[in-house]
C-alpha cells in the first residue's frame, strides 16, 4: 500500500481487515453451531415432540419439550437478552483444539423470537422481521460458486414460501425447507442430506431454541457481511479506508475549542478530558480505575455535544454502563429527549422517545407568539444562568457548605437533647406504671394527685403535732424520774428504805 502524506501511521489495512475477519468468522461459527452430543447446554436446546404447523407463529411449547434443564432454568430467570428458533437443522463437522472433529447441529433458518411462560405452557412469539438463511449455510453456498438472483435475505423468504406451497401432508415443513432449496441447489444435497444416525447415538431435534455465545452478540451476527464488504472495497483500492482513518492518525481536521458548560461537577483532569473529546480530535483516550469519575466525563461529554446540536453514539459491552450514564442524562431531560436507549430490548425506548419527539414537534408550530414565547423564555433562562454564576464566583457553594456543617452540628446536639428527653420520658412512663397509673387518664391522675396532696399537708400537720406531743412526754418522763429519786432519798433519811 503506497503512502499517504497525511497518514501516520500507514496501517495495512487490507491485511487488518483479513485478520479481524477469520476472528469474526470463528465467532460466526460458534454462534450458529451447537454440541450434537450436548443435551444439557444453558445455550441451547432440543425440542422433543415439537413440530411446526406454520412459519409464522406464534407457536407453543410444554415445558417438558425443553430437552436441555439448564437451559430450561435460564429461560425461567431470564438469563439471556436475546433468543431464537432455527432449523431445520443439518450436521456440521469442527476441528477441535485437540485434533480430531466434533460434530454440530447447524440451523439452516432462523428467526428472533420472545418468550412468554404462562405455567407449564411457553409461548414463542416471532419478533419483528422474517426467517433468515444462517451466515454459515450462506458462505457454503458462496463456496460453491452458485450464482442467486436475489440477496440471501430475500432468497430465503421464497424458499420458506415455496416450502409451504409444496410440502406434502406426511412431510415436515423442516424436510420440505431442505427439498426446496436442494432443488435450487443440488450441490447442497451432500451437506443438508447427511445421515446422522451414523455419527450419533441420539440426533437432536429438527428445530432448536437458542441464545447468543457470550461473546458474540444477536446484533453482530451480519459483521461477517460487512467485513466481505470491507474486503471487496480494500482489493479495489487500499486507500479507500473510509472511517478507518480515525485510527490510522490522518491530522488534516481542524480542532474545535468548544466552551465546556458546567452541567455537571468536574475536577481539573475531568475538564481537560471533556475538552480533549468535544475538540474533534481523532481518539481519546480515558483510563482509571473504578470510581474514579469516567461516568461523569461521558455525561458532560454528552450533554455538551447536545447543547452544541451535535450527535453522539455512546456504546459499551456492558449493559450497567449505558445504564448508569442513560439514568444520569434523564435529570436534564424535559418534554423533549436528550439520549436514545438502544441494544438491550427490555430497556430500548427507541419507539417511546420517537412518539415523544413527534409529539413535540406536532406541538411546536412555528408561530411569532410561540417565537416570543421561546425568547422570553431563552432571556428568563440566560438572567437566571447569570445569577447562577455570580453566585459561584461569590463563593455562595463555599458558604453554603459551611451552613450545612453548622447545620449537622445543630442537628448532631437536637439529637442528643432529644435522646435524653425520650430517656426521661421513658423513666416516667415507668413511675407511673409503678404507681398503679398505666392506661389512667390524665384528669384521673390531676384528682388523684390532689388527694395526696390534701393527705400530704394534714399529715405535716400531724406530724408538727406528734413532734409537740413526744417533747411533752419527755418532759414528764424527766420530772417523773426526779420524783422518784427525791422519795427514795426521802425514804432513806426516815428508815424506810426499800
Same mark, same amino acid.
Given at each position: ?406 447545620? !449537622?452540628?445543630?442537628?448532631? #446536639?437536637?439529637? +442528643?437533647?432529644? =435522646? &435524653?428527653?425520650?430517656? %426521661?420520658? /421513658?423513666?416516667? $412512663?415507668? *413511675? ?9 387518664? !390524665?384528669?384521673?391522675?390531676? #384528682?388523684?394527685? +390532689?388527694?395526696? =396532696? &390534701?393527705?400530704?399537708? %394534714?399529715? /405535716?400537720?400531724? $406530724?408538727? *403535732? ?33
Amino acid at each position: 500500500m503506497s503512502q499517504d502524506k497525511n497518514r501516520i501511521r500507514n496501517i495495512p489495512w487490507p491485511d487488518v481487515v483479513k485478520f479481524h475477519k477469520e476472528i469474526a468468522a470463528r465467532a460466526e461459527t460458534s454462534f450458529f453451531s451447537f454440541f450434537a452430543k450436548d443435551f444439557k447446554a444453558e445455550r441451547w436446546t432440543s425440542l422433543e415432540n415439537f413440530n411446526f404447523d406454520n412459519l409464522t407463529g406464534p407457536w407453543k411449547l410444554n415445558k417438558k419439550d425443553i430437552v436441555s434443564n439448564p437451559f430450561k432454568l435460564s429461560l425461567e430467570q431470564n438469563s439471556h437478552d436475546s433468543l431464537f428458533i432455527g432449523g431445520p437443522c443439518y450436521l456440521g463437522w469442527e476441528k477441535g483444539t485437540k485434533g480430531g472433529w466434533i460434530p454440530q447441529w447447524r440451523p439452516l433458518i432462523y428467526r428472533e423470537i420472545k418468550i412468554e411462560i404462562n405455567g407449564d405452557t411457553i409461548n414463542v412469539i416471532p419478533e419483528q422481521g422474517h426467517w433468515y438463511f444462517s451466515p454459515l449455510i450462506c458462505n457454503t453456498i458462496d463456496r460453491l460458486n452458485v450464482s442467486i438472483t436475489d440477496d440471501f435475505d430475500l432468497f430465503a423468504k421464497k424458499i420458506v414460501e415455496a416450502a409451504n406451497s409444496v410440502k406434502e401432508d406426511n412431510q415436515s415443513i423442516g424436510e420440505a425447507i431442505k427439498e426446496t432449496l436442494i432443488a435450487k441447489i443440488p450441490d447442497l444435497e451432500e451437506v443438508l442430506k447427511k445421515d446422522a444416525k451414523n455419527d450419533l447415538e441420539i440426533i437432536p431435534s429438527e428445530w432448536v431454541l437458542f441464545a447468543p455465545t457470550s461473546n458474540f452478540s444477536a446484533l453482530t451476527r451480519h459483521l461477517m457481511a460487512d467485513y466481505n464488504r470491507l474486503e471487496n472495497i480494500l482489493s479495489k483500492d487500499p486507500k479507500n479506508v473510509g472511517g478507518f482513518e480515525v485510527l490510522d492518525g490522518v491530522n488534516d481536521s481542524k480542532e474545535e475549542k468548544l466552551k465546556i458548560l458546567p452541567v455537571t461537577l468536574l475536577n481539573k483532569a475531568q475538564k481537560i478530558a471533556v475538552e480533549n473529546i468535544l475538540s474533534l480530535k481523532n481518539l481519546s483516550v480515558i483510563s482509571g480505575p473504578p470510581g474514579c469519575g469516567k461516568s461523569q466525563v461521558v455525561v458532560s461529554v454528552l450533554l455538551n455535544a447536545w447543547a452544541n446540536g451535535k450527535s453522539v453514539l455512546f456504546a459499551s459491552n456492558n449493559n450497567s454502563a449505558v445504564d448508569v450514564v442513560r439514568e444520569r442524562l434523564e435529570k436534564f431531560e424535559s418534554e423533549f429527549p436528550v439520549a436514545v436507549r438502544a441494544g438491550n430490548r427490555q430497556k430500548n425506548n427507541v419507539v417511546e422517545l420517537l412518539r415523544r419527539a413527534l409529539n413535540y414537534a406536532n406541538n411546536s408550530i412555528d408561530t411569532e407568539d410561540h417565537f416570543n414565547e421561546n425568547e422570553a423564555k431563552r432571556r428568563k433562562l440566560t438572567k437566571k444562568r447569570r445569577e447562577l454564576e455570580s453566585r459561584l464566583e461569590g463563593k455562595l457553594p463555599q458558604r453554603a457548605d459551611e451552613g450545612l456543617k453548622t447545620a !449537622l452540628n445543630a442537628y448532631g #446536639e437536637y439529637k +442528643k437533647l432529644n =435522646e &435524653e428527653v425520650e430517656k %426521661k420520658d /421513658k423513666e416516667i $412512663k415507668d *413511675l407511673w406504671v409503678k404507681c398503679g397509673y398505666e392506661n389512667k387518664s !390524665l384528669e384521673h391522675i390531676i #384528682e388523684s394527685s +390532689k388527694e395526696i =396532696e &390534701e393527705w400530704i399537708a %394534714k399529715h /405535716k400537720h400531724y $406530724k408538727k *403535732l406528734q413532734k409537740e406531743d413526744f417533747n411533752k412526754l419527755k418532759e414528764f418522763e424527766h420530772s417523773l424520774n426526779i420524783l422518784l429519786r427525791t422519795r427514795s432519798d426521802t425514804l432513806i433519811n426516815v428508815g424506810l428504805e426499800d
